[in-house]
Each structure stands twice: as structure tokens, then as C-alpha cells.
């Protein structure tokens, strides 16, 4: 089984739990969420140990092993050679860029996510035909792919009816930014690649996950994940546990009607779980919307007030000019039946779960960057703003962008024609690997 992503939040947590369960894991990751906060002055929370300490740390404590190999889904080279040793059963893939401010910084940034996201997905469905045409892709998308239309959200598909005929058709989507376009452009790649070629898939449309402890992370400071509360990569609701902790209002962004599904961590890994043991069949491109609870802003902001209040706290909550465009009063109703049907047994978010997340942000206040707390650092109008410019590094960013060009023409690449044959015709160029 192959884990790609398995630095990030949720791929460490998931690669610890499968090897738990007694799976063969490699964990695959290019670190590049390590580059990018270094880019943009964000970090973790929660202090995160190194892939390396990682996976010696879990082998230590428990006996089993993950295999780490470092590199980039774009590098098709690295991803094939990786994909045609190991000929996993199953790849559960977390590997993108994954922050909606992020892609809305300006140009580049947009690029370099489309890029990277797209481009990585398309690279393991030809691995996967290559080399593996049986094995079960799971792919995390985001409810966020939707947007927040005005009828119920179906789990992935609509019967449609249009002047007396009718179709099962992929769910329409009007996605929140350029981060959620590039997911939008990876199920349609899948969807199409089960069809053509008989793959497996199932694309997970995830809500927001919330909390960091797993029966795995919880058993050393060396296997936790991590927890990021800024602008560009925390949560609204992380963003909460940490003004709470530290006495500041909570800030909601707009009117706060914003509605979104959420989900515990430990959910996550039981609807991965819970997919991987029901695959789909040939050719079939599954789609399950992953989330447990639906909440808006106010809500969350509410849970974490009455949480303090419990404590005899008072926290007050303040509005702020909302930094994206979006319905800030809006219908929500999202389906999400099928993982329930298949046994998931959610946790739901209640005033123990926000008064945990409360205790474990309190321990490293002391982390805290309170500009970075308070001020979103990009608008989805105006992209990047002087908050982001005070703290991104310039000589990083040209380092990114011109990374990003290069694995562009890596990507679009035509190899030289090969010499005539001996009728002189030469055969037509291939696009190379990469
Ligand atoms: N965290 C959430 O609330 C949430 C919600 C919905 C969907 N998702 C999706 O779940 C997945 C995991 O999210 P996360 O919060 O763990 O993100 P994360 O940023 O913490 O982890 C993603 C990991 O993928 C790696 N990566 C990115 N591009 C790569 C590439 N080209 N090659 C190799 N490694 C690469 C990064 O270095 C990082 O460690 C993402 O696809 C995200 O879009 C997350």
C-alpha cells in the first residue's frame, strides 16, 4: 500500500494507522509542505519531528515498519519506478497543494498549484494503467469542489432530467478557488481513466478535519501531526481553539453563514479505512462526500464560546471584512450517507473535542505569531497583501517559481524523434516521462 503525502496532517496519522492495521506502507512525500511554510513565514503549531525520526520512531515503539521514499509526483521517472516496485494493492493519495489562500496569492501561485496537483494526479493514473491496472486509487478531493449551490449536493453524481431525457451525470461544480479548480480537474482526469481504461477509484470529497490525536500520534511527541492556525493553512475552528486559548476574540470573516461539512481526524482514518476494505468494482469511479457534521461559522465560534463558558471564561467574537468571495448566507445540504452505510461511526464535535483541542493549543502558545493569528495575509480580489509580504521570503518564492517552470517543460517535454527506421519514415514523438 502506498501513502503519497505521508508528511502532511492527515497522511502521517494515516500511514501510522495502516501500518497498525498491518499493511505494508511506503510513505511517499517531497516535503514540499515543508518548503512552502518556510516560504510564506507559517509553521506548525504543534512542533513536528522530521519524516526520518518519524518513521525510526514508530519502528521503535511498535516493530513495524514504514518505508519512506522521498520525492515528487511530477518527477513521473521516480513515480513509476516507485509504482512498478512495490505494485501496491491500493494508493491513498494526499499529495497536493492543499491551501485555498495559497492559490490565490497571484499568478504563480496559482500555477505552481494547478501545476503540481494536476500534473501529480495525471502521472500515478498512467503509473497505475502502466503497472498496477487492478490496484483501488483512493483520492482525497474537497467538499470545497462543490461550492454552495442552491440544491441539495448529491454524493458525486445527479440524475438529470432535460427536455424528456435523463442522465446519471458527474454532480455540476462551482468550486471556491483556484486550489479547489485544480481538484475539480483531477476527478474529471480520474472519472475519465476508470471509464477508458476499466481503473478503480474512489474520490473522497473531504470536509474540513478538525484535531490532531489518534490512538497513533498520541504515542510519543515524535509521532504527532501537525495543527496550523494562520491564514494561509489553518482552519477557522483551529483558529478559534487558539484566540480562546490566548483570550482574544474569536474573529469570524463575513456574516459568518458559511457553511461547510466537517469531520474528526480519527473519522478520516476510518472512512479511508472503511474504503479500502470495500472497493469499487472495474472501471468504476466511486465518489463518497466525507464529512460527519455541517456547521457554519457561527456555529463553530458558538461550540468554542459555550466550551470557554463551561470553564466560567467569557470569549467574545468579533466580524472582520471576509478576505473571500463567497455566499456568507447561504443554503447548505450535503449528502453523506455512503461511508455511514459502509459503518462509519462518527465522533462528533462537541464541547469535550473543542476543550482537547483548547488544552493541546495551550501547551505551545508560547508558538503563537499573533499577526499571523489575526490578519489574513491574502484577499481573493487583490491576492497577496502586505501581511504576505511581510512575510514571504522573496528569494524562496523566485527558487518555487522557477521550480514550478521547470516542471512545467519537465511535464510537457516531447522527446527527440527517434532515428528513421531503415524506410526511412520516422515513427511519431512520444511525450516524454517526464
Ligand atoms: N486538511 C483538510 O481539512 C482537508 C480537507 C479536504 C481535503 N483535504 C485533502 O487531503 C489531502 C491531505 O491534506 P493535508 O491537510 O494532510 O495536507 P498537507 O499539506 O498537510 O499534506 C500534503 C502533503 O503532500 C505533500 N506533497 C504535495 N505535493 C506533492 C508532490 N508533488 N509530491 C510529493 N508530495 C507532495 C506535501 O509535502 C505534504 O506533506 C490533500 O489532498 C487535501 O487537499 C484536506
Given at each position: 500500500m502506498i501513502v503519497l503525502g505521508a508528511d502532511g496532517y492527515i497522511g502521517w496519522p494515516m500511514a501510522m494507522h495502516l501500518s497498525r492495521l498491518g499493511h505494508r506502507v511506503v510513505a511517499v512525500d517531497n516535503l514540499a509542505r515543508r518548503a512552502w511554510d518556510e516560504e510564506g513565514g507559517t509553521e506548525s503549531l504543534v512542533p513536528i519531528a522530521t519524516m526520518e525520526q518519524r518513521v525510526a520512531r514508530w519502528h521503535e515503539l511498535t516493530g513495524r515498519t514504514i518505508a519512506y521514499e522521498p520525492f515528487d509526483l511530477c518527477d513521473h521517472d521516480a513515480l513509476d519506478a516507485c509504482i512498478a516496485r512495490w505494485r501496491p494493492d491500493a494508493v491513498i493519495h494526499f499529495a497536493e497543494q492543499r491551501s485555498a489562500p495559497f492559490s490565490m496569492v497571484d499568478r504563480e501561485h496559482a500555477v505552481r498549484t494547478q501545476a503540481n496537483n494536476i500534473i501529480g494526479n495525471l502521472n500515478l493514473l498512467f503509473s497505475i494503467q502502466a503497472h498496477v491496472p487492478t490496484c483501488h486509487l483512493i483520492k482525497l478531493g474537497s467538499m470545497?469542489?462543490?461550492?454552495?449551490?442552491?440544491i441539495d449536493i448529491e454524493e458525486g453524481y445527479i440524475t438529470i432530467e432535460h427536455n424528456g431525457r435523463s442522465d446519471r451525470l458527474p454532480f455540476p461544480k462551482v468550486p471556491h478557488s483556484f486550489y479547489h479548480l485544480s481538484k475539480v480537474a483531477d476527478s474529471q482526469n480520474i472519472h475519465f481513466a476508470c471509464r477508458i481504461w476499466g481503473l478503480r477509484a474512489t474520490d473522497l470529497n473531504q470536509g474540513v478535519v478538525y484535531g490532531c490525536e489518534t490512538e497513533d500520534t498520541?504515542?510519543?511527541?515524535?509521532l504527532m501531526t501537525r495543527f496550523d492556525y494562520d491564514s494561509?493553512?489553518?482552519t477557522a475552528l483551529n483558529r478559534f481553539c487558539v484566540q480562546a486559548a490566548t483570550g482574544q476574540p474569536l474573529t469570524v470573516y463575513?456574516?459568518?453563514?458559511q457553511t461547510r461539512g466537517y469531520l474528526d481526524i480519527r473519522d478520516t482514518m476510518a472512512c479511508i479505512t472503511l474504503t479500502l476494505d470495500n472497493p469499487p468494482d472495474e472501471g468504476e469511479c466511486r465518489v463518497f462526500n466525507q464529512f460527519t457534521e455541517q456547521f457554519s461559522l457561527n456555529q463553530l465560534a458558538e461550540l468554542v464560546t459555550e466550551a470557554r463558558r463551561q470553564h466560567g471564561q467569557e470569549t467574545s467574537v468579533v466580524h472582520l471584512p471576509n478576505p473571500r468571495v463567497e455566499a456568507e448566507e447561504h443554503y447548505y445540504n450535503a449528502k453523506h450517507t455512503r461511508l455511514l452505510d459502509l459503518g462509519l461511526q462518527p465522533h462528533y464535535l462537541g464541547n469535550t473535542l473543542v476543550d482537547s483541542l483548547i488544552t493541546l493549543v495551550a501547551r505551545h502558545t508560547?508558538?503563537?505569531d499573533p499577526v499571523l493569528l489575526e490578519r489574513?495575509?491574502?484577499?481573493?480580489?487583490?491576492?497577496?497583501n502586505e501581511v504576505w509580504r511581510q512575510y514571504a521570503r522573496p528569494e524562496r518564492r523566485s527558487e518555487l517559481a522557477s521550480a514550478t517552470a521547470e516542471l512545467v517543460g519537465r511535464a510537457t517535454r516531447v522527446t527527440p524523434a527517434p532515428p528513421a527506421g531503415a524506410d526511412g519514415i520516422h515513427p511519431a514523438p512520444a511525450v516524454a516521462a517526464s
Amino acid at each position: 500500500m502506498i501513502v503519497l503525502g505521508a508528511d502532511g496532517y492527515i497522511g502521517w496519522p494515516m500511514a501510522m494507522h495502516l501500518s497498525r492495521l498491518g499493511h505494508r506502507v511506503v510513505a511517499v512525500d517531497n516535503l514540499a509542505r515543508r518548503a512552502w511554510d518556510e516560504e510564506g513565514g507559517t509553521e506548525s503549531l504543534v512542533p513536528i519531528a522530521t519524516m526520518e525520526q518519524r518513521v525510526a520512531r514508530w519502528h521503535e515503539l511498535t516493530g513495524r515498519t514504514i518505508a519512506y521514499e522521498p520525492f515528487d509526483l511530477c518527477d513521473h521517472d521516480a513515480l513509476d519506478a516507485c509504482i512498478a516496485r512495490w505494485r501496491p494493492d491500493a494508493v491513498i493519495h494526499f499529495a497536493e497543494q492543499r491551501s485555498a489562500p495559497f492559490s490565490m496569492v497571484d499568478r504563480e501561485h496559482a500555477v505552481r498549484t494547478q501545476a503540481n496537483n494536476i500534473i501529480g494526479n495525471l502521472n500515478l493514473l498512467f503509473s497505475i494503467q502502466a503497472h498496477v491496472p487492478t490496484c483501488h486509487l483512493i483520492k482525497l478531493g474537497s467538499m470545497g469542489e462543490y461550492g454552495a449551490p442552491n440544491i441539495d449536493i448529491e454524493e458525486g453524481y445527479i440524475t438529470i432530467e432535460h427536455n424528456g431525457r435523463s442522465d446519471r451525470l458527474p454532480f455540476p461544480k462551482v468550486p471556491h478557488s483556484f486550489y479547489h479548480l485544480s481538484k475539480v480537474a483531477d476527478s474529471q482526469n480520474i472519472h475519465f481513466a476508470c471509464r477508458i481504461w476499466g481503473l478503480r477509484a474512489t474520490d473522497l470529497n473531504q470536509g474540513v478535519v478538525y484535531g490532531c490525536e489518534t490512538e497513533d500520534t498520541h504515542l510519543h511527541p515524535d509521532l504527532m501531526t501537525r495543527f496550523d492556525y494562520d491564514s494561509i493553512w489553518g482552519t477557522a475552528l483551529n483558529r478559534f481553539c487558539v484566540q480562546a486559548a490566548t483570550g482574544q476574540p474569536l474573529t469570524v470573516y463575513g456574516k459568518g453563514g458559511q457553511t461547510r461539512g466537517y469531520l474528526d481526524i480519527r473519522d478520516t482514518m476510518a472512512c479511508i479505512t472503511l474504503t479500502l476494505d470495500n472497493p469499487p468494482d472495474e472501471g468504476e469511479c466511486r465518489v463518497f462526500n466525507q464529512f460527519t457534521e455541517q456547521f457554519s461559522l457561527n456555529q463553530l465560534a458558538e461550540l468554542v464560546t459555550e466550551a470557554r463558558r463551561q470553564h466560567g471564561q467569557e470569549t467574545s467574537v468579533v466580524h472582520l471584512p471576509n478576505p473571500r468571495v463567497e455566499a456568507e448566507e447561504h443554503y447548505y445540504n450535503a449528502k453523506h450517507t455512503r461511508l455511514l452505510d459502509l459503518g462509519l461511526q462518527p465522533h462528533y464535535l462537541g464541547n469535550t473535542l473543542v476543550d482537547s483541542l483548547i488544552t493541546l493549543v495551550a501547551r505551545h502558545t508560547d508558538r503563537v505569531d499573533p499577526v499571523l493569528l489575526e490578519r489574513p495575509s491574502v484577499t481573493w480580489r487583490a491576492g497577496g497583501n502586505e501581511v504576505w509580504r511581510q512575510y514571504a521570503r522573496p528569494e524562496r518564492r523566485s527558487e518555487l517559481a522557477s521550480a514550478t517552470a521547470e516542471l512545467v517543460g519537465r511535464a510537457t517535454r516531447v522527446t527527440p524523434a527517434p532515428p528513421a527506421g531503415a524506410d526511412g519514415i520516422h515513427p511519431a514523438p512520444a511525450v516524454a516521462a517526464s
